[in-house]
């Protein structure tokens, strides 16, 4: 395509290419073309197969080496290719005002747009017309979808940001309650923490008609929380809402919060309904605060710090679930690293006090149901797993959960439409997703794609190298499987097969025979 309309590639840089052309009326016309033949090209592939493109263009001075090109005039086309929608073409004012009557092509003003190391703004036009990739969060969904970024945490004091962070994942995880929205979970969200990112980018890269904004300030025993909605299709504030508050109301303002944008977006919802999806705040506003810094320090694999905040909010008030559930997720994480019947004894209790203090609450019986199926009593597991689905079954964290079961007790394929729900809802999942999405994959001999699947983990347990040795094993792949159990037992030395069938059992032996015969094959000791 190149050639044909007299361009030049000049550098390949990973999964980008740099072209130059002698014609800005080449260029576009070169980058229209290219996007159409792309999408013929896709047409036949699954959505998982597609190839899509962004392209940038600028007309601009360069400097030339050999045959390399640099200077900000291709700077400023990188960046605006960054910009651009998945399958779109983004163009500079300079190329714009080249193109613009010599070509059969709408242009969308943009207006001036701030590019990451370019001194000045530049005026961005969009082509309309060009095929477009569809966004992960409006694939197969007629809801109206929104997204909470991180609310600004305004207190001057980074050791504060824990609190933000939780009140935007308590909103997160209300919303999503109502089946009525789709709301994108909390790790895509918390993609754009900290960076100064165009809400209408962030919405392309999402999908999503509705972005929730907003900033948290403490101050002695008062909070001040602003939030806004935002259509993102024309950019105008549908709501905003300041709440000047003593500290020990954040729970009735999460709750006006949460009414005011759930009101805007989707017009139905009826007190009652809201009413009756809210969970129980506690009693003392320090055991949420202990709560709090303790997902905080989960978030980041850190449960010797949680423990002890988690055991001062039961003090603080014995009758906060959300304590009793947390508490629960670290002892059933330690039994990972050191399977002892006793760690899944005390989390099942404590999971079970926390479904008793709240039975209306959705991650209550799902932590239940992962503790059961570690016990191997698959058939409770699947009851819990069903109820709280039905209390909401847009968490995205009870859902990997639920595919983990699905995986253990053979409906490996069901697994794998579950996880595939989850990454349309959550495009950006947190590491361990992949961990679990491996599982399957490795049961239905798609062993490749496994592999493929740990390596996206940011940070591997032992038991995720063990089972990428296991399918690379499998593939014949001897020296590989041998170096990755290498890596599982240099995090864990005592690992051992019959230690990785406690902490992934199997309902069917013909599965755990598969499980088994691999990870002798991957070397693994006994």
């Known amino acids: 395509m190149v050639a044909k309309h007299d361009g030049r590639v000049f550098k390949v840089t990973g999964d980008g290419v740099l072209v130059e052309f002698g014609s800005a009326v080449n260029a576009v016309q070169c980058a229209v073309d290219l996007q159409h033949a792309m999408a ?75 590019l990451k190391n370019i001194s000045q703004p530049v005026r961005t036009y969009r082509i309309i017309g060009t095929p477009s990739a569809t ?95 935002i259509d993102t299709a024309t950019g105008n504030h549908l709501w905003s809402e300041r709440y000047d508050r003593a500290l020990s109301e954040i729970f009735v303002i999460q709750d006006e919060v949460l009414l005011s944008i759930v009101a805007r977006v989707e017009g139905r919802l009826v007190a009652s309904v809201a009413e009756q999806a809210k969970r129980k705040p506690p009693e003392q506003l320090a055991a949420f605060d202990c709560v709090l810094r303790a997902r905080n320090h989960i978030n980041t694999y850190d449960t010797e710090s949680a423990e002890p905040l988690l055991q001062h909010a039961i003090e603080l008030d014995p009758r906060y679930a959300q304590a009793y559930v947390w508490l629960a997720i670290t002892s059933y994480v330690k039994y990972f690293s ?112 496994a592999v493929q699947s740990v390596r996206r983990m940011d940070r591997p347990y032992h038991f995720d190298y063990a089972l990428m040795a296991a399918c690379l094993a499998q593939l014949g792949r001897t020296d590989e499987s041998l170096t990755t159990i290498s890596k599982s037992l240099s995090l864990h030395p005592s690992f051992t097969i019959r230690e990785f069938l406690l902490t992934y059992p199997r309902k069917h032996q013909a599965d755990t025979d598969h499980l088994e015969k691999s990870l002798r094959k991957a070397g693994l000791p006994e």
């Open 40 to 114: 013929a090209a896709n047409g036949d592939q699954p959505n998982d197969r597609h190839i899509v493109l962004r392209i940038g263009i600028n007309l601009g001075d360069v400097m030339v080496e050999g045959s390399d090109l640099y200077g900000e005039g291709i700077n400023i086309a990188a960046r605006l290719e960054t910009l651009a929608d998945p399958a779109g073409i983004f163009v500079s004012g300079s190329a714009y005002d080249q193109v613009r009557n010599k070509v059969k092509i709408v242009f969308e003003d943009l207006g001036a747009q701030t």
């Open 135 to 229: 966004a992960p969060g409006l694939k197969d969904t007629a809801k109206p979808s929104i997204a909470v970024l991180p609310f600004t945490n305004m207190s001057g004091e980074p050791e504060q940001e824990y609190f933000s962070d939780g009140i935007t994942e308590d909103i997160i995880t209300e919303l999503s309650r109502f089946r009525s929205l789709f709301v994108i979970a909390r790790n895509s969200s918390f993609q754009y923490k900290g960076k100064n990112v165009d809400v209408r980018r962030i919405a392309r890269e999402l999908g999503v008609q509705f972005l929730v904004e907003g900033s948290v300030r403490k101050m002695g025993d008062r909070i001040r929380i602003t939030a806004q909605l």
């Open 338 to 449: 050191e399977p002892k019947r006793e760690l899944l004894d005390k989390a099942l209790t404590l999971a079970r006090q926390a479904v008793e203090i709240d039975p209306d609450d959705a991650l209550c019986h799902s932590t239940v149901a992962v503790i059961l199926t570690l016990r191997q009593e698959y058939e409770e597991a699947g009851t819990s797993f069903d109820r709280a689905l039905t209390l909401n079954p847009s968490d995205t964290f009870v859902m990997v959960d639920h595919a983990y079961w699905q995986c253990t007790v053979g409906s490996n394929s069901e697994a794998l439409e579950r996880l595939d729900s989850v990454l349309k809802r959550d495009p950006f999942p947190p590491g361990w997703y992949w961990g679990v999405l491996a599982q399957p994959l490795f049961a239905l001999g798609r062993y490749e794609e």
